[in-house]
């Protein structure tokens, strides 16, 4: 499960930047804002992350101790059953692309299952190695140029994000995500042969897949999952 470690800087870098805008935002609301550490309240229901994302969090879930692993592992196997269940040709390494894609794509918003890596006390297992999508979500993603890029915005918010001062709500997002694809696809390129840049998974999937026994150029993923789903 090896990563050229250029892109893994890069990558890093990028969800740094993140980090940057997410934080001023958040000191600069003060208690409007609901969004900041510890709150794991949006931290619900099933939402894809990228394979790059997948690969980053597996590591540092592998560091975590055995029986907290053991616990998290459990509440993802009864995801998987819930989703094979759904997707019966859902197997090893269990990536959603090729399966009908606004099936997985669009989840049900009703569902309130707290993500497996939430701890007892609703604080993330492996925070520092969040996927971007998380470190995105509470707050309007809203570019410099006035483009919307539509981020979920959290409903427990006190007021209203988008009256903080442009400078600093704003952010540099059609750049960001211009370079997150640019990212993605030479891991994919790198990973599979293949160009592209759609390689998705969810968080429990991702903590049960086998990574490191796939031979990743050896099937066309996306073909493999669509000929053995319904």
Not at 87 to 110: A, K, S
Not at 118 to 133: F, H, K, T
């Amino acid at each position: 499960m090896q990563i050229n470690p250029q892109l893994e800087h890069d990558y890093l870098s990028l969800q740094g930047t993140v980090d940057q805008w997410f934080s001023r935002c958040v000191e600069a609301g003060g208690e409007m804002l609901a969004c900041r550490a510890g709150c794991g309240s949006c931290c619900r229901g099933l939402f894809d992350i990228t394979l790059l994302d997948a690969f980053l969090l597996k590591r540092a879930f592998a560091k975590l101790p055995e029986t907290i692993r053991e616990t998290v592992l459990f509440r993802c196997r009864l995801r998987l059953n819930e989703l094979q269940q759904r997707w019966p040709g859902l197997g090893q390494p269990l990536l959603l692309n090729g399966l009908p894609e606004r099936e997985w794509t669009e989840m049900p918003e009703d569902d309130e299952t707290p993500c497996p890596l939430l701890g007892e006390e609703g604080v993330c297992l492996v925070y520092s190695a969040r996927p971007l999508i998380c470190r995105l979500h509470g707050l309007p993603n809203v570019d410099c140029s006035g483009e919307d890029f539509e981020g979920t915005v959290c409903t427990l918010h006190k007021g209203d994000p988008e009256t903080l001062p442009t400078d600093i709500l704003r952010a540099e997002f059609r750049e960001i995500f211009a370079k997150e694809v640019v990212i993605l696809r030479q891991f994919a390129r790198e990973l599979t042969g293949q160009d592209t840049a759609e390689l998705d998974t969810f968080i429990p999937l991702a903590l049960l897949a086998d990574y490191n026994t796939v031979d990743w150029r050896a099937v066309v993923w996306s073909r493999q999952l669509a000929e053995k789903s319904p």
